[in-house]
Structures are given as structure tokens and as C-alpha cells.
């Protein structure tokens, strides 16, 4: 119960940071990484780590898993900002530009401006600020010519890596295996 009760108020307060931070075009990288750790890898984290408790797993399984479900946690949300802008709206269950609408500052975004030139970096700065879908075309383009992408992805490889090597504590068996391909298909439903 600790465990899920300080999950739960972590989560909260990602939430939070995460609203206060809607239409903030001036959003750090670092920022950023802890408002996706508080909200989404919070939950695969307390997830993991109470598995890990249920099973009787050993102070450094424990550990372990606790940080497997951290960096798969990453992994995925920042897949899931990557498929924002390059999604299926079909397979995904939300449409491409669905966080620049509401005025979510993603890494895609914040790597961009920080590419960009100047013009660039106005034009997402307003968009974020605004909300919407009006400058999604031009977004798209300069998101894609930035690299943002490509940038994102290998962030989220990154910890799709580091969660797999957490499972180095647990002994071979099918459920490790399983582990193992869970961080895999983290980091490819990028088509």
C-alpha cells in the first residue's frame, strides 16, 4: 500500500505540473522528463515495483524491477509523443496533433525549437501558446526536418535498453523473456 499511495501522489502531481505547464512553449527537456516520470512512468513503476513485492522478489530484484518499470514507462510516453506526430489515428485512438491542440509541450516540440531557426521556433512557440491545428502542416515539417523525431526515438531506445537490463536480476525464464520483448514493442509500434 505505501507503494501505491506514493504512486498515487506522485501521479497527482505530475498532473499538475503537467496543467500548469499547458501552453508553456518555454518548457525545459529536463522538465519535460519529470513531468512524463511523475505521470506515465510513475504508473508502470508502481505496477512493477508492487509485482515485484507481491512475489517475495529480493531487495535487489525488488530495485530492479521497480526501475524496469520506470524506464519502460519512459520509453513508452515518449514513443507515445512521437506517434503524435506520426501516428495512425485509427490504430492509436487519438488523431496526429491531439497534443499540440490541447498545448502539450512534448519533446518533439522542445527538441524542434531548439533546432530551428528563429522563425521556426516562433512559429511553434504561438502554436503551443494558442492551442489548436491551424499551424499543424508547417509543425509537421519543421518537426520532421529538425530531427525531433529521430531524436525522441533514440530517447526512447535509451530506456527501452536500460529497462531491459534491469531484468539482469532475475533468473532466465519465460517471464524475463516476456519482460525483455515488453521494452522490445515499447519502442516499435512506431511504424
Given at each position: 500500500?505505501?507503494?501505491?499511495?506514493?504512486?498515487?501522489?506522485?501521479?497527482?502531481?505530475?498532473?499538475?505540473?503537467?496543467?500548469?505547464?499547458?501552453?508553456?512553449?518555454?518548457?525545459?527537456?529536463?522538465?519535460?522528463?519529470?513531468?512524463?516520470?511523475?505521470?506515465?512512468?510513475?504508473?508502470?513503476?508502481?505496477?512493477?515495483?508492487?509485482?515485484?513485492?507481491?512475489?517475495g522478489?529480493?531487495n535487489?530484484?525488488?530495485?530492479?524491477?521497480?526501475?524496469?518499470?520506470?524506464?519502460?514507462?519512459?520509453?513508452?510516453?515518449?514513443?507515445?509523443?512521437?506517434?503524435?506526430?506520426?501516428?495512425?489515428?485509427?490504430?492509436?485512438?487519438?488523431?496526429?496533433g491531439?497534443?499540440?491542440a490541447?498545448?502539450?509541450?512534448?519533446?518533439?516540440?522542445?527538441?524542434?525549437?531548439?533546432?530551428?531557426?528563429?522563425?521556426?521556433?516562433?512559429?511553434?512557440?504561438?502554436?503551443?501558446?494558442?492551442?489548436?491545428?491551424?499551424d499543424?502542416?508547417?509543425?509537421?515539417?519543421?518537426?520532421?526536418?529538425?530531427?525531433?523525431?529521430?531524436?525522441?526515438?533514440?530517447?526512447?531506445?535509451?530506456?527501452?535498453?536500460l529497462?531491459?537490463?534491469?531484468?539482469?536480476?532475475?533468473?532466465?525464464?519465460?517471464?524475463?523473456?516476456?519482460?525483455?520483448?515488453?521494452?522490445?514493442?515499447?519502442?516499435?509500434?512506431?511504424?
Open positions: 500500500m505505501s507503494v501505491l499511495s506514493r504512486a498515487t501522489a506522485v501521479i497527482a502531481e505530475g498532473e499538475v505540473m503537467q496543467l500548469t505547464n499547458v501552453k508553456n512553449p518555454d518548457l525545459s527537456e529536463s522538465q519535460y522528463m519529470e513531468v512524463i516520470h511523475n505521470k506515465t512512468a510513475m504508473l508502470f513503476e508502481a505496477a512493477s515495483h508492487t509485482g515485484a513485492l507481491l512475489a522478489a529480493s535487489d530484484q525488488e530495485i530492479a524491477l521497480r526501475d524496469y518499470g520506470k524506464h519502460l514507462g519512459l520509453a513508452f510516453q515518449l514513443v507515445d509523443d512521437v506517434l503524435d506526430y506520426r501516428g495512425d489515428a485509427e490504430a492509436m485512438g487519438k488523431n496526429v491531439d497534443d499540440l490541447e498545448g502539450k509541450t512534448t519533446l518533439p516540440l522542445i527538441y524542434a525549437m531548439e533546432k530551428g531557426v528563429e522563425s521556426e521556433r516562433q512559429l511553434i512557440r504561438q502554436a503551443i501558446r494558442k492551442g489548436g491545428l491551424d499543424l502542416h508547417a509543425i509537421l515539417q519543421i518537426v520532421d526536418r529538425s530531427g525531433a523525431l529521430e531524436y525522441t526515438m533514440a530517447k526512447a531506445r535509451e530506456q527501452a535498453t529497462a531491459a537490463a534491469c531484468l539482469d536480476a532475475l533468473p532466465a525464464s519465460d517471464h524475463r523473456n516476456a519482460m525483455t520483448l515488453l521494452a522490445d514493442l515499447a519502442v516499435s509500434r512506431v511504424s
